[in-house]
């Protein structure tokens, strides 16, 4: 049996009649930029994930660049990640000229480590002139944690820090469209924790789109405003140009195809969960727990429907790669996020960092291994991917 990681033309077999009908609605009104199908969405999307305001953009990495730009981010300043999330994250901090800060992510969950974010903002910055500096003596103004593979970060330790340093908070939600926290007054949706966050419509994504897209959202309105000229060139009245900004413009195709898909979304991502029970179940009972480490679930005590939206199923593999070609010679899907953690990219070594500098995310990019997760998956392919990893170790 052939497994792949993802099939999206299984989901779009059951939503098929919808999304051509939306499609051919843009068509028929030839208004293909912005406009009002976009601003329903946005309207939409809100609603579903509880923001004050959305904007709209031309994917998820576009939206970050808006937000830094619109955050007024640039040359004298500084932003702290994690060095274990897609290339986007750290590539758009560099784009606007800050400095890209790593810190190293916790060994279970892999997102941001609350202590090394202190450690670091403690131990290695230093407050000079009423600034937060780093030791390159760039102003720290922003941390962006990431919510990687579809679970929310430790964002009350994280926005404790934040709040004592002065700093923004920008949560990238691109992985984890629909998933909950257990906040202070109760459930939050990514997105909705911090001043501001994005998500991706990249295709892959829990709501994907049909190609690019994204979105920015923001508790206040005058930086809503500021986002939206950011999308739009800065452009305040037609052909007067009040910032520099780009063409980060969602498409109203995108923005058609999503509203269809999002109503479906909670469902979707239950059928992930539902999915990660039956591996979890499965792997136990093979016996082979010795061998791999489940996906940890770290508001799984909360109560919360959504507090995993498992975009991707990530689990720790002892010999990784021969189990990664045992796999492939099988034909079961699986993938590696991510190989070479950020710290060590080429286009980074600029900055200085080096093998050993963090651990963890090091660890995971050694052992770490994605397996197929999507909605649509059959108990029959979950069973036999289990099978398969187990008689590799047998
Ligand atoms: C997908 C992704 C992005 C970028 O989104 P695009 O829409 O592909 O530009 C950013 N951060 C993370 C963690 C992602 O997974």
Same mark, same amino acid.
């Given at each position: 049996m052939r497994i792949p990681l993802l099939d999206l033309t299984r989901q779009h077999h059951l939503i098929e009649n919808e999304v051509m009908a939306a499609v051919s609605h843009c068509f028929q009104t030839q208004q293909f930029v912005l406009g009002a199908t976009v601003e329903n969405f946005e309207k939409a999307f809100c609603e579903a994930f509880d923001c004050e305001h959305a904007v709209g953009m031309s994917s998820g990495t576009d939206a970050q660049l808006a937000i830094l730009m619109a955050l007024g981010i640039g040359p004298n300043d500084a932003v702290i990640t994690t060095?274990? !999330?897609?290339?986007a994250t750290a590539g758009c901090i560099q784009r606007v000229g800050a400095e890209v800060v790593f810190v190293d992510v916790l060994p279970? !969950?892999?997102?941001?480590?609350p202590a090394r974010l202190e450690a670091y903002l403690r131990d290695h910055c230093t407050q000079a002139d009423g600034q937060l500096k780093t030791p390159s003596g760039k102003v720290v103004k922003a941390i962006i944690p990431i919510h990687l593979f579809g679970s929310i970060c430790r964002m009350a330790e994280i926005q404790k820090l934040a709040r004592e340093f002065d700093l923004t908070v920008i949560e990238d939600a691109a992985q984890a469209a629909g998933a909950e926290y257990p906040g202070q007054n109760g459930p939050v949706r990514a997105g909705a924790i911090a001043e501001c966050a994005y998500f991706s419509f990249?295709?892959?994504?829990?709501?994907?789109?049909?190609g690019d897209g994204g979105m920015a959202v923001c508790r206040d309105a005058d930086f809503a405003h500021k986002l939206r000229l950011m999308r739009n060139h800065g452009m305040e009245d037609r052909y007067f140009h009040r910032v520099v900004g780009g063409n980060f413009r969602l498409d109203a195709l995108q923005a058609a195809v999503l509203a269809v898909k999002l109503p479906h979304l909670e469902n979707w991502n239950a059928q992930r969960r539902t999915n990660a029970n039956l591996y979890r179940e499965a792997f136990t009972s093979l016996g082979i727990l010795d061998h791999i480490q489940l996906p940890t679930?770290?508001?799984?005590?909360?109560?919360?429907?959504?507090?995993? !939206?498992?975009?991707q199923y990530v689990v720790r593999a002892s010999r990784r790669d021969e189990l990664k070609a045992s796999l492939a010679e099988k034909g079961v899907g699986h993938a590696v996020y991510y190989p070479v953690p950020l710290h060590l990219q080429e286009c980074f070594s600029p900055l200085g960092y080096k093998k050993g500098d963090m651990p963890e995310s090091e660890k995971a990019s050694e052992d770490s291994l994605a397996l197929p997760i999507f909605p649509e998956l059959t108990q029959d392919e979950i069973s036999a991917t289990a099978e398969a990893i187990a008689a590799f170790y047998r």
């Open positions: 060095p274990y !999330t897609f290339f279970d !969950t892999l997102h941001m480590s990249f295709p892959t994504k829990n709501l994907g789109g049909a679930e770290p508001w799984a005590d909360s109560g919360l429907l959504n507090h995993h !939206t498992y975009h």
